[in-house]
């Protein structure tokens, strides 16, 4: 028994469907920046050789719109997911947004700056996960309103005068720019800069984190796991 | 009295061949012999078309011109004879006019220029109405660039382009281009300001300077100038505004089928946008962004056309890029507050754990 309990003992974390749906996240999220980040600062070298990479502006568009209908569909996909699947419905439950994950959020601040004794105790997904899934959830769906907009340009301007749609055009840009941001900062740390995981958290790769993480990071969670015999 | 008469008869003959050689004997005797005939007023060939060439020419005739000094067969060299059998060939220029040459002629390449622009090029094709020289600087007449009378003077090309480009000639001459010029204002472009002179190019050929993707940087030779804009109360920033603008970075990188300047202002017929019958007019921004954007409304004219979000003239839009710019800024340094914060919290955690 002992022998056994030496090495790292692993525990599944992201399903292989949740791999997937993470794998085509990053890869039309990283298509989409690259495509718009390059029209978006085109007057930038390195954007301008993207552009042209892309095969010029006419491509950069259809490279650009045919990864966000893409993304739209696995916003719609997933939302279906959450909310009628099995493993979805747990899931939603986990990473639903609480009055505790403010609360946790502030004792974790409290504590950091040293006015508090205690670091808040996670469960599956801490506020940290929680600010990301959320934040990039809507942030999606929001550049995706102005993105239908502005593809749609005509149709949109029956209803919407020009300034409107100059306004699209601004907001549509520096919302992808936030979530990149957002995606950007917020993953170097909690799974790339954090002591706990550098250089990196591979579960988004083997689904598996080591047990004795999850103890540290998530002790709701472990202790949850613990008691339903997972683990 | 027959004595005085054979003197007076002697005296004026002696008189004539004095005068004839007070000046350079071939010369003169040449022009003498080709006024013979030219020199009649009515002397003119009706050709086959019923049209007439007028053939009268004097001395006259290169008086003021750059080639004053010249004589007929100068120009005329391939008459060697008097009357000369057949018809003159058609003026070469380049006979003085190139690189090295000893008459002492201007030297330039304006002729190699023209050789492989448009009109040359239709010269060489063998389009017998295609301009040469002489067509566009005047024959007899040629003068300076400088000079008011001339064909090339500023405020002459339009009128001598229009010679063959009839119907351009019309929409420009009303145009803002053409009523500037032609009130003499200095900066404003006659046809040759956007065509170049001898090196014009058809506006499908890439080496035209009114390519599509060329348009806009030929416009901004004066358009982007503040110097030469603020004379006249025009905005400078509108080249660097469609730049930045969709149709700006879709045309720098090489898109034909986006619009450029011209596309929305017109091209012979730019006019203001209060004219009414300006393009850019409110009531015809429907009509012209409808011609690339099909069902185009009233809406594509509510709002300014050329917008800077970095300029407060911007207003709503100035104030959303800023408002995401510090938003932006915000959130990238509160993240990296929050990425140390945490760190610390956690070293100490895990020093308390020990």
């Known amino acids: 028994m002992r022998e056994e309990t030496r090495g790292p003992v692993y525990v599944e974390r992201m399903s292989v469907l949740f791999r997937v749906q993470h794998m085509l996240l990053m890869i039309s999220l990283l298509v989409l920046a690259a495509t718009g980040f390059a029209l978006m600062y085109h007057e930038n070298w390195l954007a301008a050789a993207v552009v042209r990479l892309e095969g010029g502006m006419l491509y950069r568009g259809i490279i650009h719109r045919s990864a966000a209908v893409f993304l739209m569909a696995q916003l719609v996909y997933h939302a279906f997911y959450m909310l009628f699947s099995r493993e979805g419905k747990r899931e939603l439950r986990e990473v639903w947004l609480t009055r505790r994950d403010f609360d946790d959020f502030l004792q974790a601040m409290r504590f950091n700056l040293g006015m508090g004794n205690e670091y808040p105790r996670f469960g599956r997904y801490g506020y940290k996960e929680k600010f990301q899934y959320w934040g990039a959830t809507t942030g999606v769906f929001l550049i995706s309103v102005t993105g239908i907009i502005l593809w749609a340009e005509t149709f949109s301007m029956r209803f919407l005068p020009k300034f409107v749609l100059d306004l699209t055009l601004i907001i549509h840009g520096y919302q992808g720019l936030l979530i990149f941001v957002v995606l950007l900062f917020w993953h170097l740390y909690i799974v790339h800069l954090h002591p706990s995981v550098f250089p990196m958290n591979r579960a988004w790769l083997t689904g598996k984190v080591e047990v004795e993480w999850l103890r540290q990071e998530h002790p709701a969670e472990y202790e949850k796991l613990k008691g339903e015999g997972v683990i | 009295m027959r004595g005085k008469v054979l003197a007076t008869g002697i005296f004026i003959a002696l008189g004539i061949v004095a005068l004839g050689f007070r000046t350079p004997a071939d010369a003169k005797i040449s022009l003498e012999k080709c006024t013979l005939c030219h020199g009649k007023p009515e002397f003119r060939k009706i050709l086959v078309d019923g049209k007439i060439r007028d053939l009268f020419a004097t001395e006259d005739s290169l008086k003021g011109s750059v080639h004053e000094k010249k004589t007929c067969v100068d120009c005329h060299f391939d008459v060697s004879e008097i009357p000369h059998r057949q018809r003159p060939q058609r003026v070469t220029c380049t006979h003085c006019h190139y690189k090295g040459n000893a008459e002492g002629a201007p030297q330039s390449d304006a002729y190699l220029e023209y050789f492989e622009s448009v009109h040359g090029k239709a010269i060489a094709g063998g389009n017998a109405k295609a301009p040469l020289c002489q067509d566009c600087h005047g024959n007899h007449s040629i003068r300076k660039t400088k000079d008011p009378a001339s064909a090339v003077f500023r405020g002459n090309v339009a009128e001598t382009c229009g010679r063959c480009h009839i119907e351009i000639y019309a929409a420009y001459k009303t145009s803002i281009h053409g009523v500037a010029v ?116 009233p809406n594509f004219a509510v709002g300014k056309m050329h917008v800077d979000s970095h300029s407060k003239e911007s207003g709503i839009i100035y104030y959303t890029a800023q408002f995401f710019k510090y938003l932006t800024i915000g959130t990238m340094l509160a993240l990296i507050a929050h990425i140390f914060l945490d760190m610390y919290g956690r070293t100490r955690r895990l020093r308390g754990d020990k």
């Open chain 2, 182 to 297: 032609s009130q003499g204002i200095p900066d404003a472009p006659s046809c040759t300001g956007c065509h170049g002179e001898h090196k014009i190019y058809a506006h499908k050929d890439p080496k035209s300077t009114v390519f599509a993707t060329h348009v806009a940087a030929q416009c901004s030779t004066c358009h982007a100038s503040v110097s030469i804009m603020s004379k006249y109360g025009i905005e400078a920033e509108q080249v660097a505004t469609y730049q930045n603008s969709f149709h700006g970075v879709a045309s720098g990188f090489g898109s034909r089928t986006v619009a450029n300047c011209a596309s929305c202002h017109g091209i012979h017929d730019i006019r203001p946008s209060e004219d009414p019958r300006s393009m850019v007019n409110p009531k015809n921004i429907p009509a012209t962004c409808g011609k690339c954007h099909p069902g185009a409304n």
